[in-house]
């Protein structure tokens, strides 16, 4: 598990971030007792990702890496509630992945951020998650833009402009440290299967 994490910055970015070099350090340098090989894995995986603050549809405030991330089987993408193309074709496909491996199933979570988090508020999240059926597990953030700028950018998804965001899908299991690219013409039906995979790993069991 804890190779996988040291490749996670090559996986998601295709270059060693500075954040990924802390983590192998922390990782390598951290003595931890005898039966913890998780525990360097959780460290690393929390300093590569960060706990930055962000805010959810809900308006709750939440660490990324500890309240999104930790121990979940993800799948990860941006969006703006703005958007007219991409974002509503790509928030579809989530909501039909949602529908194959079920809304409030424990083992997954959905989780879309703003690429446009000075203008999407919480409120305007939450209606553009109403609009496309969000279930108990889609999670949708936004935050102060440094807090944001700084996920997106660990994420190898930053971009300054928030219509030229990636597509890209971005699917992981937290508990091992497997994450995918996966391309955003993929089918609803291949993205289950691949998270049905990942939950496999650590014994999860979606359907």
């Not at 990924?20 to 951290?30: E, G, K, L, P």
């Not at 590569?48 to 405030?61: A, I, K, M, P, Y």
Request: with cysteine.
């Amino acid at each position: 598990m804890l190779a996988r994490l040291l490749l996670l910055a090559a996986t998601l970015v295709g270059v060693a971030s500075a954040g990924a070099h802390d983590a192998r350090r922390h990782a390598a340098s951290s003595p931890g007792p005898a039966v913890a090989d998780d525990a360097p894995v959780e460290r690393a995986a929390r300093l590569f990702f960060s706990d930055r603050r962000l805010v959810t549809q809900d308006g709750h405030e939440v660490a990324f890496y500890s309240d999104v991330l930790k121990d979940r089987v993800v799948l990860l993408n941006l969006v703006f509630t703005h958007c007219e193309d991409a974002c509503p074709t790509q928030s579809a496909k989530v909501a039909a992945v949602q529908a194959l491996v079920g809304a409030s199933n424990p083992a997954l979570r959905f989780v879309s951020i703003s690429a446009d988090p000075e203008r999407d508020t919480p409120d305007a999240l939450a209606a553009y998650a109403a609009n496309f059926g969000a279930g108990p597990n889609w999670t949708f953030l936004t935050g102060r833009k440094s807090d944001v700028d700084d996920v997106l950018r660990r994420l190898g998804q930053w971009t300054s402009d928030p219509a030229s965001h990636s597509t890209l899908f971005l699917a992981g299991n937290a508990a091992t440290g497997h994450w995918l690219r996966v391309h955003p013409d993929a089918t609803p039906a291949y993205i289950a299967a691949q998270l049905r995979s990942l939950a496999a790993e650590s014994g999860q069991r979606p359907r």
